[in-house]
Protein backbone atom coordinates (compact mmCIF):
# COMPACT_ATOMS: atom_id res chain seq x y z
CA UNK A 1 0.00 0.00 0.00
CA UNK A 2 0.95 3.71 -0.65
CA UNK A 3 1.15 5.77 2.69
CA UNK A 4 0.03 8.97 1.46
CA UNK A 5 0.78 11.63 4.01
CA UNK A 6 0.82 9.31 6.98
CA UNK A 7 -2.49 7.74 5.35
CA UNK A 8 -2.36 4.35 3.29
CA UNK A 9 -4.19 3.84 -0.03
CA UNK A 10 -3.88 0.49 -1.78
CA UNK A 11 -1.91 0.32 -4.55
CA UNK A 12 -4.82 -0.71 -7.06
CA UNK A 13 -6.73 1.87 -5.77
CA UNK A 14 -3.43 4.83 -6.57
CA UNK A 15 -3.20 3.27 -10.15
CA UNK A 16 -6.62 3.05 -11.10
CA UNK A 17 -6.95 6.59 -9.97
CA UNK A 18 -4.61 7.57 -11.90
CA UNK A 19 -5.00 5.93 -14.96
CA UNK A 20 -9.01 7.73 -14.86
CA UNK A 21 -7.31 10.69 -14.39
CA UNK A 22 -5.40 10.84 -17.34
CA UNK A 23 -8.76 9.35 -19.10
CA UNK A 24 -10.12 12.49 -18.24
CA UNK A 25 -7.18 14.77 -19.70
CA UNK A 26 -7.50 12.44 -22.89
CA UNK A 27 -11.42 13.26 -22.74
CA UNK A 28 -11.00 17.08 -22.70
CA UNK A 29 -8.44 17.37 -25.28
CA UNK A 30 -10.61 14.96 -27.59
CA UNK A 31 -13.73 17.32 -26.94
CA UNK A 32 -11.10 20.15 -27.31
CA UNK A 33 -9.88 19.45 -31.63
CA UNK A 34 -14.15 18.17 -31.90
CA UNK A 35 -15.23 21.55 -30.99
CA UNK A 36 -12.44 23.07 -33.04
CA UNK A 37 -13.07 21.02 -36.09
CA UNK A 38 -16.79 21.69 -35.98
CA UNK A 39 -16.05 25.12 -35.44
CA UNK A 40 -13.39 25.15 -37.97
CA UNK A 41 -10.44 26.83 -35.88
CA UNK A 42 -6.98 25.79 -35.32
CA UNK A 43 -6.72 23.56 -32.03
CA UNK A 44 -3.53 25.43 -31.34
CA UNK A 45 -0.52 24.16 -29.26
CA UNK A 46 -1.29 22.00 -26.11
CA UNK A 47 0.12 24.17 -24.02
CA UNK A 48 -1.91 26.75 -24.26
CA UNK A 49 -4.32 24.76 -23.15
CA UNK A 50 -3.33 23.07 -20.27
CA UNK A 51 -5.15 25.10 -17.47
CA UNK A 52 -8.65 24.05 -18.66
CA UNK A 53 -7.34 20.62 -19.36
CA UNK A 54 -6.08 20.28 -16.17
CA UNK A 55 -9.20 21.64 -14.07
CA UNK A 56 -11.61 19.17 -16.20
CA UNK A 57 -9.73 15.93 -15.41
CA UNK A 58 -8.74 17.51 -10.97
CA UNK A 59 -12.10 18.59 -10.68
CA UNK A 60 -14.05 15.25 -12.05
CA UNK A 61 -11.20 13.28 -10.19
CA UNK A 62 -12.01 15.03 -6.57
CA UNK A 63 -15.51 14.61 -7.41
CA UNK A 64 -15.37 11.10 -8.21
CA UNK A 65 -13.28 10.71 -4.57
CA UNK A 66 -16.48 12.59 -3.19
CA UNK A 67 -18.93 9.91 -4.34
CA UNK A 68 -17.36 6.38 -3.40
CA UNK A 69 -16.20 5.90 -6.52
CA UNK A 70 -12.47 4.82 -5.10
CA UNK A 71 -14.42 2.90 -2.01
CA UNK A 72 -15.30 -0.83 -1.27
CA UNK A 73 -18.52 -0.31 -2.98
CA UNK A 74 -17.37 1.58 -6.11
CA UNK A 75 -14.46 -0.81 -6.75
CA UNK A 76 -16.54 -4.63 -7.11
CA UNK A 77 -20.20 -3.25 -7.93
CA UNK A 78 -20.35 -2.40 -12.00
CA UNK A 79 -23.98 -0.71 -11.37
CA UNK A 80 -22.45 1.03 -8.04
CA UNK A 81 -19.82 2.19 -10.25
CA UNK A 82 -21.57 3.66 -13.25
CA UNK A 83 -24.33 5.32 -10.85
CA UNK A 84 -21.82 7.09 -8.52
CA UNK A 85 -20.02 8.29 -11.81
CA UNK A 86 -23.36 9.63 -13.70
CA UNK A 87 -23.31 11.49 -10.28
CA UNK A 88 -19.63 12.52 -9.98
CA UNK A 89 -19.39 14.20 -13.54
CA UNK A 90 -22.54 15.98 -12.84
CA UNK A 91 -20.97 17.20 -9.79
CA UNK A 92 -17.64 18.09 -11.72
CA UNK A 93 -19.65 19.93 -14.29
CA UNK A 94 -21.57 21.77 -11.70
CA UNK A 95 -18.19 23.01 -9.95
CA UNK A 96 -16.28 23.85 -13.45
CA UNK A 97 -19.59 25.96 -14.56
CA UNK A 98 -19.08 27.99 -11.33
CA UNK A 99 -15.67 28.56 -11.90
CA UNK A 100 -15.75 28.96 -15.17
CA UNK A 101 -17.99 32.14 -14.36
CA UNK A 102 -15.57 33.46 -11.80
CA UNK A 103 -12.54 32.51 -14.11
CA UNK A 104 -13.70 31.80 -17.39
CA UNK A 105 -9.56 31.19 -18.97
CA UNK A 106 -9.74 28.31 -16.24
CA UNK A 107 -12.13 25.96 -17.82
CA UNK A 108 -13.42 24.94 -21.30
CA UNK A 109 -15.76 26.15 -23.46
CA UNK A 110 -19.61 25.16 -22.74
CA UNK A 111 -19.69 22.90 -25.84
CA UNK A 112 -15.94 21.70 -24.86
CA UNK A 113 -17.47 20.89 -21.62
CA UNK A 114 -20.53 19.27 -23.19
CA UNK A 115 -18.12 16.85 -25.34
CA UNK A 116 -15.79 15.97 -22.30
CA UNK A 117 -18.29 15.27 -20.29
CA UNK A 118 -19.98 12.58 -22.86
CA UNK A 119 -16.43 11.07 -23.51
CA UNK A 120 -14.95 11.14 -19.82
CA UNK A 121 -18.77 8.64 -19.07
CA UNK A 122 -17.90 6.60 -21.79
CA UNK A 123 -14.04 6.22 -21.18
CA UNK A 124 -14.57 5.75 -17.46
CA UNK A 125 -16.88 3.40 -18.08
CA UNK A 126 -15.02 1.33 -20.37
CA UNK A 127 -12.36 1.57 -17.80
CA UNK A 128 -14.32 0.55 -14.82
CA UNK A 129 -16.24 -2.68 -16.92
CA UNK A 130 -13.12 -3.90 -18.45
CA UNK A 131 -11.69 -4.12 -14.55
CA UNK A 132 -14.36 -5.63 -13.55
CA UNK A 133 -14.36 -8.18 -16.45
CA UNK A 134 -10.90 -9.18 -16.20
CA UNK A 135 -9.58 -8.78 -12.98
CA UNK A 136 -12.50 -8.50 -10.76
CA UNK A 137 -11.74 -7.59 -7.24
CA UNK A 138 -8.68 -9.90 -7.39
CA UNK A 139 -6.53 -6.60 -8.70
CA UNK A 140 -7.69 -5.16 -5.08
CA UNK A 141 -6.55 -8.38 -3.20
CA UNK A 142 -3.43 -8.78 -1.01
CA UNK A 143 -2.29 -12.35 0.33
CA UNK A 144 -1.87 -12.12 3.88
CA UNK A 145 -0.03 -15.07 6.00
CA UNK A 146 -0.74 -14.83 9.69
CA UNK A 147 1.76 -15.65 12.62
CA UNK A 148 -0.94 -17.02 15.03
CA UNK A 149 -4.04 -18.92 15.45
CA UNK A 150 -5.56 -17.94 18.16
CA UNK A 151 -8.69 -15.19 18.89
CA UNK A 152 -6.11 -12.37 17.55
CA UNK A 153 -5.80 -14.14 14.42
CA UNK A 154 -9.55 -15.19 14.11
CA UNK A 155 -10.15 -11.45 14.14
CA UNK A 156 -8.11 -10.97 11.35
CA UNK A 157 -9.66 -13.89 9.48
CA UNK A 158 -13.22 -12.50 10.27
CA UNK A 159 -11.56 -8.71 8.56
CA UNK A 160 -10.74 -10.49 5.38
CA UNK A 161 -14.23 -12.18 4.84
CA UNK A 162 -15.78 -8.72 5.00
CA UNK A 163 -17.72 -7.79 1.50
CA UNK A 164 -15.17 -6.12 -0.18
CA UNK A 165 -12.34 -5.94 2.43
CA UNK A 166 -9.43 -6.63 0.05
CA UNK A 167 -7.51 -9.06 2.17
CA UNK A 168 -6.77 -13.05 1.17
CA UNK A 169 -5.73 -14.99 4.01
CA UNK A 170 -3.19 -17.69 2.23
CA UNK A 171 -2.41 -19.18 5.74
CA UNK A 172 -2.20 -19.27 9.43
CA UNK A 173 0.23 -20.72 11.35
CA UNK A 174 -0.01 -21.65 15.22
CA UNK A 175 3.07 -20.81 16.88
CA UNK A 176 2.66 -22.16 19.82
CA UNK A 177 0.69 -25.38 21.32
CA UNK A 178 -2.22 -23.35 22.68
CA UNK A 179 -3.11 -21.45 19.88
CA UNK A 180 -6.18 -23.32 18.34
CA UNK A 181 -9.18 -20.95 17.53
CA UNK A 182 -8.19 -21.18 14.08
CA UNK A 183 -8.43 -24.75 13.10
CA UNK A 184 -7.31 -24.45 10.00
CA UNK A 185 -3.74 -23.64 10.95
CA UNK A 186 -0.39 -24.87 10.36
CA UNK A 187 1.70 -25.84 13.44
CA UNK A 188 4.93 -23.70 13.11
CA UNK A 189 6.51 -27.37 14.01
CA UNK A 190 5.55 -28.37 10.73
CA UNK A 191 7.43 -25.77 8.63
CA UNK A 192 11.01 -26.49 8.27
CA UNK A 193 11.73 -22.87 6.94
CA UNK A 194 8.96 -20.00 7.26
CA UNK A 195 10.44 -18.20 4.65
CA UNK A 196 10.12 -20.37 2.34
CA UNK A 197 6.55 -21.20 3.37
CA UNK A 198 6.02 -17.40 3.18
CA UNK A 199 7.80 -17.62 -0.59
CA UNK A 200 5.87 -20.65 -1.63
CA UNK A 201 1.81 -19.05 -0.55
CA UNK A 202 3.15 -16.11 -2.91
CA UNK A 203 2.19 -14.01 0.48
CA UNK A 204 2.90 -10.08 0.47
CA UNK A 205 2.68 -9.50 4.02
CA UNK A 206 3.34 -11.33 7.21
CA UNK A 207 1.14 -10.37 10.36
CA UNK A 208 2.42 -10.75 13.61
CA UNK A 209 -0.81 -12.08 15.89
CA UNK A 210 0.08 -13.84 18.80
CA UNK A 211 -1.60 -13.48 21.77
CA UNK A 212 1.45 -13.36 24.61
CA UNK A 213 4.27 -11.99 22.65
CA UNK A 214 6.20 -11.66 25.88
CA UNK A 215 9.65 -14.12 25.43
CA UNK A 216 7.34 -15.42 22.36
CA UNK A 217 8.38 -12.98 19.83
CA UNK A 218 9.78 -15.46 16.57
CA UNK A 219 12.69 -12.83 16.04
CA UNK A 220 14.71 -15.48 13.61
CA UNK A 221 11.64 -16.00 11.83
CA UNK A 222 10.32 -12.91 11.57
CA UNK A 223 14.27 -11.78 10.45
CA UNK A 224 14.65 -14.04 7.75
CA UNK A 225 11.17 -13.32 6.08
CA UNK A 226 11.89 -9.33 5.78
CA UNK A 227 15.33 -10.29 3.91
CA UNK A 228 13.14 -11.80 1.43
CA UNK A 229 11.37 -8.72 1.06
CA UNK A 230 8.04 -9.85 2.60
CA UNK A 231 6.46 -6.99 4.71
CA UNK A 232 6.52 -7.47 8.02
CA UNK A 233 3.46 -5.87 10.43
CA UNK A 234 2.01 -5.91 13.79
CA UNK A 235 -1.52 -6.79 14.24
CA UNK A 236 -2.25 -3.24 15.65
CA UNK A 237 -0.60 -1.29 13.18
CA UNK A 238 -2.29 -3.54 10.23
CA UNK A 239 -5.39 -3.35 12.05
CA UNK A 240 -5.25 0.43 11.86
CA UNK A 241 -4.09 0.84 8.59
CA UNK A 242 -6.75 -1.68 7.19
CA UNK A 243 -9.71 -0.35 9.02
CA UNK A 244 -8.85 3.79 9.25
CA UNK A 245 -8.98 2.96 13.10
CA UNK A 246 -6.76 2.61 15.90
CA UNK A 247 -7.60 -0.86 17.36
CA UNK A 248 -8.42 -0.32 21.26
CA UNK A 249 -7.91 -4.04 21.88
CA UNK A 250 -4.71 -4.54 20.71
CA UNK A 251 -3.06 -1.14 21.26
CA UNK A 252 -1.00 -0.41 24.33
CA UNK A 253 0.09 3.27 25.60
CA UNK A 254 4.11 2.23 24.44
CA UNK A 255 2.36 1.67 20.82
CA UNK A 256 1.41 5.15 20.85
CA UNK A 257 3.89 7.07 22.47
CA UNK A 258 6.93 5.49 20.24
CA UNK A 259 4.49 5.45 17.00
CA UNK A 260 5.38 8.88 14.26
CA UNK A 261 1.71 10.11 14.77
CA UNK A 262 0.38 13.02 17.33
CA UNK A 263 2.10 15.53 15.05
CA UNK A 264 -1.29 17.64 14.72
CA UNK A 265 0.67 20.22 16.64
CA UNK A 266 2.92 20.91 13.13
CA UNK A 267 3.02 25.35 12.85
CA UNK A 268 2.63 25.56 9.17
CA UNK A 269 -0.25 22.89 9.07
CA UNK A 270 -1.82 24.60 11.80
CA UNK A 271 -1.93 27.70 10.69
CA UNK A 272 -2.48 26.25 7.36
CA UNK A 273 -5.76 24.70 8.80
CA UNK A 274 -6.72 27.71 11.01
CA UNK A 275 -7.19 30.05 7.63
CA UNK A 276 -8.95 27.07 5.97
CA UNK A 277 -11.48 27.34 8.70
CA UNK A 278 -11.66 30.99 8.63
CA UNK A 279 -12.17 31.64 5.14
CA UNK A 280 -14.32 28.74 4.82
CA UNK A 281 -16.72 29.73 7.66
CA UNK A 282 -17.16 33.33 6.36
CA UNK A 283 -18.08 32.00 2.85
CA UNK A 284 -20.68 28.89 3.86
CA UNK A 285 -22.25 32.08 6.96
CA UNK A 286 -22.72 34.16 3.59
CA UNK A 287 -23.84 31.78 0.87
CA UNK A 288 -25.97 29.93 3.72
CA UNK A 289 -27.39 32.30 5.69
CA UNK A 290 -30.75 31.98 3.49
CA UNK A 291 -31.09 28.06 4.27
CA UNK A 292 -30.61 29.63 7.88
CA UNK A 293 -33.72 31.67 7.80
CA UNK A 294 -35.89 29.27 5.54
CA UNK A 295 -35.39 26.76 8.12
CA UNK A 296 -35.82 28.99 10.77
CA UNK A 297 -38.93 30.32 9.56
CA UNK A 298 -40.04 26.68 9.13
CA UNK A 299 -39.46 25.42 12.96
CA UNK A 300 -41.12 28.39 14.26
CA UNK A 301 -44.01 27.74 12.40
CA UNK A 302 -43.78 23.80 12.76
CA UNK A 303 -43.24 23.57 16.90
CA UNK A 304 -43.31 26.00 19.62
CA UNK A 305 -39.92 27.16 21.16
CA UNK A 306 -37.06 29.38 19.99
CA UNK A 307 -35.46 28.40 16.75
CA UNK A 308 -31.54 27.91 17.91
CA UNK A 309 -30.76 26.44 20.87
CA UNK A 310 -26.93 26.87 22.49
CA UNK A 311 -25.42 23.59 24.49
CA UNK A 312 -22.14 23.30 26.57
CA UNK A 313 -19.95 20.78 24.52
CA UNK A 314 -16.02 20.04 25.48
CA UNK A 315 -13.02 21.44 23.01
CA UNK A 316 -9.62 21.30 22.72
CA UNK A 317 -7.87 20.57 25.49
CA UNK A 318 -10.87 19.84 27.50
CA UNK A 319 -12.65 23.00 27.79
CA UNK A 320 -15.68 23.75 27.65
CA UNK A 321 -17.78 26.08 24.92
CA UNK A 322 -21.29 26.81 23.99
CA UNK A 323 -22.42 25.35 20.43
CA UNK A 324 -25.11 27.19 18.44
CA UNK A 325 -27.05 24.82 16.06
CA UNK A 326 -30.63 25.45 14.35
CA UNK A 327 -33.62 23.62 16.93
CA UNK A 328 -34.81 19.79 15.67
CA UNK A 329 -36.04 18.51 18.60
CA UNK A 330 -39.18 19.15 20.68
CA UNK A 331 -38.42 21.88 23.39
CA UNK A 332 -39.02 18.89 26.07
CA UNK A 333 -36.57 16.64 24.67
CA UNK A 334 -34.84 16.34 28.31
CA UNK A 335 -37.51 17.01 30.20
CA UNK A 336 -35.95 15.62 33.07
CA UNK A 337 -32.76 18.03 32.74
CA UNK A 338 -30.56 14.49 32.02
CA UNK A 339 -28.54 14.30 28.64
CA UNK A 340 -30.13 11.86 26.24
CA UNK A 341 -28.03 9.68 23.56
CA UNK A 342 -29.38 10.58 20.09
CA UNK A 343 -30.93 7.38 18.42
CA UNK A 344 -31.99 6.57 14.82
CA UNK A 345 -35.50 7.58 14.29
CA UNK A 346 -35.49 9.52 17.43
CA UNK A 347 -38.98 10.37 18.84
CA UNK A 348 -37.79 13.77 19.71
CA UNK A 349 -37.00 15.16 16.48
CA UNK A 350 -39.97 16.86 15.01
CA UNK A 351 -41.09 16.88 11.30
CA UNK A 352 -39.14 19.84 9.94
CA UNK A 353 -36.25 18.91 12.35
CA UNK A 354 -35.79 15.01 10.19
CA UNK A 355 -35.44 17.55 7.06
CA UNK A 356 -33.13 19.79 8.38
CA UNK A 357 -31.09 16.90 9.89
CA UNK A 358 -30.84 15.10 6.51
CA UNK A 359 -29.44 17.54 4.96
CA UNK A 360 -27.22 19.41 7.73
CA UNK A 361 -29.06 22.40 7.98
CA UNK A 362 -29.32 22.28 11.45
CA UNK A 363 -25.64 22.45 11.65
CA UNK A 364 -24.85 25.67 9.78
CA UNK A 365 -25.19 28.15 12.84
CA UNK A 366 -22.19 26.06 14.36
CA UNK A 367 -19.54 27.98 11.15
CA UNK A 368 -19.94 30.51 13.82
CA UNK A 369 -18.05 28.51 16.37
CA UNK A 370 -15.43 27.40 13.84
CA UNK A 371 -14.96 31.22 13.36
CA UNK A 372 -14.23 31.88 16.61
CA UNK A 373 -12.07 29.70 16.81
CA UNK A 374 -13.20 27.07 19.30
CA UNK A 375 -14.23 24.68 16.26
CA UNK A 376 -12.83 23.51 12.97
CA UNK A 377 -14.46 22.13 9.84
CA UNK A 378 -12.74 19.06 10.55
CA UNK A 379 -12.29 17.02 13.70
CA UNK A 380 -13.64 14.73 16.24
CA UNK A 381 -17.58 15.39 16.87
CA UNK A 382 -17.65 17.69 20.14
CA UNK A 383 -19.59 15.67 23.46
CA UNK A 384 -21.30 16.78 26.24
CA UNK A 385 -19.42 17.35 29.63
CA UNK A 386 -21.99 14.62 31.24
CA UNK A 387 -21.08 11.91 28.25
CA UNK A 388 -17.16 13.22 28.46
CA UNK A 389 -16.94 12.30 32.54
CA UNK A 390 -19.07 9.49 31.69
CA UNK A 391 -16.81 7.59 28.96
CA UNK A 392 -13.84 8.65 29.75
CA UNK A 393 -14.45 6.22 32.98
CA UNK A 394 -15.29 3.44 30.07
CA UNK A 395 -13.35 3.66 27.09
CA UNK A 396 -9.50 3.67 27.50
CA UNK A 397 -7.38 6.81 26.19
CA UNK A 398 -10.93 9.08 25.38
CA UNK A 399 -9.19 11.81 26.97
CA UNK A 400 -6.55 11.91 23.54
CA UNK A 401 -9.49 12.51 21.33
CA UNK A 402 -9.44 16.11 22.66
CA UNK A 403 -5.64 16.99 21.60
CA UNK A 404 -7.32 18.21 18.39
CA UNK A 405 -9.93 20.79 17.69
CA UNK A 406 -13.77 19.20 17.25
CA UNK A 407 -14.85 19.47 13.72
CA UNK A 408 -18.23 19.91 11.64
CA UNK A 409 -17.08 16.31 10.48
CA UNK A 410 -14.68 13.96 10.94
CA UNK A 411 -13.53 10.59 10.32
CA UNK A 412 -15.65 8.89 12.67
CA UNK A 413 -18.70 10.48 11.13
CA UNK A 414 -17.97 9.56 7.38
CA UNK A 415 -17.26 5.99 8.57
CA UNK A 416 -19.31 4.89 11.19
CA UNK A 417 -22.49 7.24 11.05
CA UNK A 418 -24.31 5.88 14.07
CA UNK A 419 -23.74 6.41 17.39
CA UNK A 420 -26.50 6.23 20.44
CA UNK A 421 -24.57 3.83 22.85
CA UNK A 422 -20.97 3.73 24.85
CA UNK A 423 -20.11 0.82 22.22
CA UNK A 424 -20.84 2.77 19.26
CA UNK A 425 -18.51 5.79 21.10
CA UNK A 426 -15.67 3.17 21.34
CA UNK A 427 -16.21 2.52 17.60
CA UNK A 428 -15.92 6.26 17.11
CA UNK A 429 -13.41 6.72 19.56
CA UNK A 430 -10.99 4.42 17.29
CA UNK A 431 -11.60 7.05 14.29
CA UNK A 432 -11.27 9.71 16.18
CA UNK A 433 -8.02 8.45 17.35
CA UNK A 434 -6.74 7.67 14.28
CA UNK A 435 -7.44 11.00 12.82
CA UNK A 436 -5.76 12.29 16.03
CA UNK A 437 -2.73 10.25 15.24
CA UNK A 438 -2.57 10.61 11.63
CA UNK A 439 -3.80 14.28 10.72
CA UNK A 440 -2.47 15.72 7.83
CA UNK A 441 -4.18 18.49 5.13
CA UNK A 442 -4.32 15.20 2.72
CA UNK A 443 -6.86 13.60 5.61
CA UNK A 444 -8.81 16.72 6.15
CA UNK A 445 -9.60 17.10 2.14
CA UNK A 446 -10.57 13.16 2.25
CA UNK A 447 -13.11 13.75 4.96
CA UNK A 448 -14.14 16.66 2.94
CA UNK A 449 -14.73 15.19 0.08
CA UNK A 450 -16.57 12.38 1.38
CA UNK A 451 -18.93 14.43 3.48
CA UNK A 452 -20.35 15.27 0.21
CA UNK A 453 -21.13 11.43 -0.10
CA UNK A 454 -22.54 11.69 2.83
CA UNK A 455 -24.75 14.86 2.58
CA UNK A 456 -26.17 13.32 -0.76
CA UNK A 457 -26.46 9.74 0.37
CA UNK A 458 -27.52 10.17 3.26
CA UNK A 459 -26.08 7.44 5.75
CA UNK A 460 -27.61 7.90 9.14
CA UNK A 461 -28.20 11.26 9.60
CA UNK A 462 -29.66 12.55 12.91
Known sequence: MFRLFKH?????????????????????????????????????????????????????????????????????????????????????????????????????????????????????????????????????????????????AARLAALADQPGSGLEMVGFV?????????QTAISRQDIPNLSDHVVALRAGEV???LEERRNALPLADLLRVKTTGVHVNDIASFIERETGRVD???????????????????RISKVGKRLFDILASLIVLIVGLPLILIAGIAVMLDSRGPVFYRQPRVGLFGQTYDIFKIRSMRTDAEAGGKAVWASEN??????????????????LPQ?????????????PRPERPSFVDELEKKLPY????????PGLTGWAQINYPYGA???????????????AKNYSPFLDLLILLQTVRVVLWPEGAR
Open 8 to 152: YVPHAVVWLALIEFLALLGSAEGAWHLYARQAGFDAGDLGDRWLPLATFALANSLAMMATGMYGNEGLRSMRFATARLLAAISLGVIFLSVLGFLLPTATLWRANSLYAMVFAIMALFVIRLALTQSAGTDAFRRRILVLGAGPR
Open 174 to 182: AMTGAENTV
Open 207 to 209: VLA
Open 248 to 266: LATTNPSGLIFSDGFSAGQ
Open 346 to 363: DPRVTRVGRVIRKLRIDE
Open 367 to 379: TWCVLKGDMSFVG
Open 398 to 405: YAERHMVK
Open 421 to 435: SVEDARVKLEYDLYY
